[in-house]
């Protein structure tokens, strides 16, 4: 999310526009999602009311878990957004400047509220590195170490980006995924560079992890079939690629049935 | 034509207890969806008006506790409950509903049901801790109030570390199966109702079981 709308790039770059949360949101609820993440990119330039706002409208009608992150930075801020509706919060860049905030949160509203977003990116030399600032910052970190250390800090989830994935639709990087989970002991939601039905069945039957969260398969399939999609005109933004009907390279659009169909045909069990 | 006044009167109220942690909001949005009055309750005289009493929870048993007692609301819950009124526990405020936690040291709860509140141990190997997934209630039968209307093993959303080990032979137990040990995920006793899962964030399953307990009182 940028501002008031849903947004979406490559490499987590390049935004383009697509329509407002809420039509989102109740569209993925009504197709069968199995829980909602809002992550406000730009947390910091826009003010985080309208992200709680949003949060909000969206909890009124949407009656599946709704995961929160972007600009979260300290108790007050994890505790306005469980307020607005928020079942968990996800923190990057806050965690990493001070560790000590995963635990004050984990205590204040338990572990399993608390959820840590990493994102990495594979370096030359073949290791991975946590970054902040949608992979702008790095941290100095190997992802597999700092993923270790927000465990023993009570994190309870972790939601983990693969940077160089993400937006492309070249399939999910699994051994990055492995590699964070032989280590630790919370769940993963696996996240980045699912183009198509067989990379998500892929994802969830070759790599350990607990869940998988896709935004461009289902994004550009959903722009189709919502139909009040109301966009905030008076906001910036670019927008041109919703009048563009383009489609996406490497992006085979399908729907949330589509591929929970799939992942039971292959003996995967999903809440149908 | 009934006056608005009239049509909320005749709504059931429902007092979601309001403790300081918790997540109030979509509780009270879930009530409302299926046609019941949410309270957010904080004083012993909301709890005294309502029809039924909800206890959510998210955060840790004994903040939760602390600031129960704080606020005088624990005697006011336990003195209702024991004259009869309904009352559902959620996730942390299911567990609540038990004599004691061991979670960071060991801390009494409301006592209302008896047993203890222990932490996920000895699960097969590669399973996670905490719980947070889908997953389903064993629910074999039909005769039980809150999971009327609805397919039997029903999935629900699950979001927790610890569980609750009743010590009596409670009749109306509910399971669910969790890397290898089956755990009692709901109850039913007289006027008590506990979920270890949301209903509220679990789909239209989940809507129909508050609307359940709401229709019984």
Redesign the interface.
């Known amino acids: 999310m940028k501002g008031p709308n849903v947004v979406k790039g490559i490499h987590l770059e390049g935004l383009r526009v697509l329509g407002t949360p809420n039509s989102f949101a109740k569209y993925y609820?009504e197709q069968?999602a199995?829980e909602i993440i809002y992550m406000d990119v730009v947390a910091s330039l826009y003010g985080r009311n309208s992200l709680l706002d949003v949060v909000?409208k969206t909890?009124?009608?949407v009656?599946?878990?709704?995961t929160v992150g972007g600009g979260l930075r300290s108790i007050d801020d994890i505790?306005a957004a469980?307020?607005?509706?928020?079942?968990?919060v996800s923190i990057n860049t806050a965690a990493i400047n001070d560790n000590k905030l995963i635990s004050r949160a984990a205590?204040?509203?338990?572990?399993?509220?608390i959820v840590i977003a990493i994102e990495a990116i594979r370096q030359s030399n073949g290791r991975y590195y946590a970054f902040t600032d949608n992979g702008r910052e790095q941290t100095g970190m190997e992802v597999v170490e700092w993923a270790t250390i927000v465990e023993k800090l009570g994190a309870?989830?972790i939601l983990l980006t693969s940077v160089d994935a993400e937006g492309t639709g070249s399939g999910g990087d699994i051994e990055l995924i492995n590699s964070v989970a032989n280590e630790v002991?919370?769940?993963i939601i696996a996240h980045g560079g699912v183009g198509n039905i067989d990379h998500a069945v892929d994802i969830v039957t070759s790599a350990?992890t607990?869940?998988i969260a896709l935004s461009s398969i289902l994004h550009y399939e959903a722009i189709s079939k919502i139909t009040a999609n109301n966009l905030d005109l008076e906001s910036e933004g670019n927008r041109e690629f919703l009048s563009s009907n383009r489609v996406v390279k490497n992006i085979d659009v399908c729907s949330i049935e589509m591929i929970k169909q799939k992942l039971s045909e292959c003996g995967v069990e999903v809440?149908l | 034509m009934w006056r608005r006044s009239e049509i909320v009167n005749s709504l059931k109220k429902i007092a979601i207890i309001d403790y300081g942690s918790g997540n109030i909001f979509s509780v009270s949005q879930a009530i409302k969806k299926i046609g019941g009055l949410p309270v957010i309750a904080s004083s012993a005289k909301q709890i005294n008006d309502s029809d039924a009493i909800l206890l959510p929870g998210v955060g840790a048993f004994m903040n939760a506790m602390e600031s129960l007692q704080e606020k005088g609301l624990s005697s006011v819950i336990i003195d209702s409950v024991r004259n009869g009124k309904p009352i559902l526990g959620i996730c942390l405020g299911m567990q609540l509903l038990f004599e004691t936690s061991n979670e960071f040291g060991c801390h009494e709860g409301l006592n209302l049901l008896k047993g203890d509140v222990v932490k996920f141990s000895s699960l097969n190997e590669g399973t996670t801790i905490p719980q947070i997934q889908w997953n389903r209630v064993q629910v074999d039968r039909k005769d039980m109030v809150l999971f009327q209307g609805m397919d039997l093993n029903p999935f629900m959303y699950f979001l927790h570390s610890y569980y609750v080990k009743p010590s009596q032979e409670y009749k109306n137990i509910f399971r669910t199966n969790y890397g290898g040990i089956e755990y009692c995920s709901a109850i039913e006793y007289k006027n008590i109702y506990g979920v270890q899962f949301h209903p509220e964030r679990s789909s239209a399953d989940g809507l129909r079981l508050l609307k359940n307990f709401v229709e019984l009182v």
């Open positions: 609820y069968g199995d909000s909890a009124e009608d009656f599946i878990p709704i505790s469980l307020k607005s509706g928020a079942d968990k205590d204040k509203f338990g572990s399993s509220t309870g989830e002991n919370i769940p350990n607990s869940a809440r």
